[in-house]
């Protein structure tokens, strides 16, 4: 018999069923479209906090899954056997004018207490960041070290082999048992909404890309420049993207919008100068309502359980929604935020 049925192999539904079998359980995961077949095949894998002030329970929620996921990752490595691609290597943000600079100051206090001494936000000047550094108006820099890189599609397959290490089933097909959690994405959303009549969520596309570099970028920070992020992977790419796009014809196709993202990153960071792009790729990313991760009781399912609503950060949120769905369907703890619950959303 298997203990926990997790539907959707996505980063929400791998990291659930990984943390599920550490805390003992048997778990099946079903998809009928194989590991990260979504939003979770992606190229970009920004994991970048947000901004310390204004704190809510979102905002400490993720600082939290950020601080645990070297822990997180290093334990998926070393059962499985493949690299996830995670570094927390920080991030370098570009400075507009004055007045974000007053205010990129003003953060550096709000991070010393909200990230509790294990994270900085700092000002710096942009010699300070070698030939890597963005181009900057004001010649200052935001340069923060809680933001990480993480490789989507190898950290998708390094849960899928630490799970398999660990006795657990990816299945294609199956039956559910035990207590069941739909990590379904966009279909899932799309699904409640039907159910409920009203809008529980949509999909949001996004187009990225991923370079070749002529130069070795692998150690280097990611930059969030010109609303582009450029992210180099521990395999010497580069990933840029995003756009955001709420109206499309075809969730997978490429077009002129890629191409002005690609032309913002060139513009941004001399050092991308050259490099050859390898990939274009597009898909479809859960937002749910609420713009925050839904989990808990599933809405429409009774004595179910949903984790949805990744949207652009999902890869950084795994390890605490995977905590926290473990300790409910595990333990019978329920540590889930008021504003994460179904409910909100309806």
């Not at 992020?229 to 990933?239: E, K, L, Q, R």
């Not at 479809?284 to 989990?295: G, T």
């Amino acid at each position: 018999m298997v203990d926990v049925t997790v539907y959707g192999a996505g980063i929400f539904g791998l990291s659930i069923a990984w943390t599920c079998l550490s805390r003992g359980a048997k778990v099946r995961v079903i998809d009928p479209y194989g590991p990260g077949a979504g939003a979770s095949g992606g190229l970009v894998g920004a994991l970048a906090p947000h901004v310390p002030e204004n704190w809510n329970d979102k905002k400490q929620f993720q600082f939290e899954s950020l601080i645990m996921a070297e822990g997180f990752w290093r334990g998926v490595e070393a059962t499985g056997g493949t690299r996830a691609g995670y570094a927390r290597l920080g991030r370098l943000q570009p400075v507009a004018d004055d007045k974000a600079l007053e205010l990129a100051r003003s953060r550096c206090m709000g991070a010393a207490e909200l990230w509790q001494g294990r994270a900085v936000w700092e000002v710096i000047k942009v010699g300070e960041a070698g030939e890597w550094a963005p181009i900057s108006p004001t010649g200052w820099l935001i340069r923060d070290s809680l933001s990480a890189r993480m490789h989507p599609r190898r950290a998708c397959a390094a849960l899928v082999a630490a799970i398999t290490a660990s006795g657990g089933e990816i299945v294609a097909e199956g039956a559910a048992e035990g207590r069941v959690i739909w990590a379904t994405g966009v279909a899932g959303l799309e699904e409640i909404s039907r159910g409920t009549s009203r809008s529980f969520g949509n999909g949001v596309k996004g187009q990225g890309a991923l370079l070749r570099p002529e130069r070795d970028l692998r150690d280097c920070p990611q930059i969030f420049a010109d609303a582009v992020h450029v992210i180099p992977h521990f395999d010497g790419t580069v990933a840029v993207g995003s756009t955001s796009e709420r109206d499309y014809d075809d969730p997978k196709s490429v077009d002129g919008q890629l191409d002005a993202v690609l032309a913002r990153a060139y513009a941004a960071v001399p050092a991308m100068e050259g490099a050859e792009v390898i990939e274009r790729w597009a898909g479809v990313r859960p937002r749910s309502r609420s713009r925050a991760p839904v989990l808990g009781a599933h809405p429409t399912k009774l004595g179910q359980y949903i984790a949805n609503g990744g949207f652009k950060i999902g890869f950084g949120m795994a390890p605490k929604v995977a905590q926290v769905m473990a300790d409910l369907l595990i333990d019978g703890i329920d540590r889930i935020p008021s504003g994460f619950r179904a409910e909100a959303n309806l």
